[in-house]
Nanobody, 121 residues
């Protein structure tokens, strides 16, 4: 069974940076892409960013474009999210998942526990 473990969240002031990690284990097949979602209190989970397994393609939500950078390490089955210039509206629980398309429209795996990111103003 695939297990996704997110880490790296925390409390940071607006304008600060955090780096999230997501390690996948128990993989029985390699998906096309892997990436990040987030869910703020009282809101639906939304797509943030994804990267193709080859690393050649990345895709970002407009709200994070230019501030967040996604990268991956195939050998470690790990994807990272470097978040810079954080804003209070980035506050959410961040989750990772895999999918067959770069927008991760249909996530493959069960959701992990996520990692909390809190940005204070």
């Amino acid at each position: 069974q695939v297990r996704l473990v997110e880490s790296g969240g925390g409390l940071v002031q607006a304008g600060g940076s955090l780096r999230l990690s997501c390690a996948a284990s128990g993989l029985t097949f390699i998906s096309y892409a892997m990436g990040w979602f987030r869910q703020a209190p009282g809101k639906q989970r939304e797509f943030v960013a994804a990267i193709s397994w080859s690393g050649g393609t990345t895709y970002y939500a407009d709200s994070v474009k230019g501030r967040f950078t996604i990268s991956g390490d195939n050998a470690k089955n790990t994807v990272y999210l470097q978040m810079n210039s954080l804003k209070p509206e980035d506050t959410a629980v961040y989750y990772c998942n895999r999918g067959a398309t770069i927008d991760l429209r249909t996530p493959f795996d069960s959701w992990g526990q996520g990692t909390q990111v809190t940005v204070s103003s």
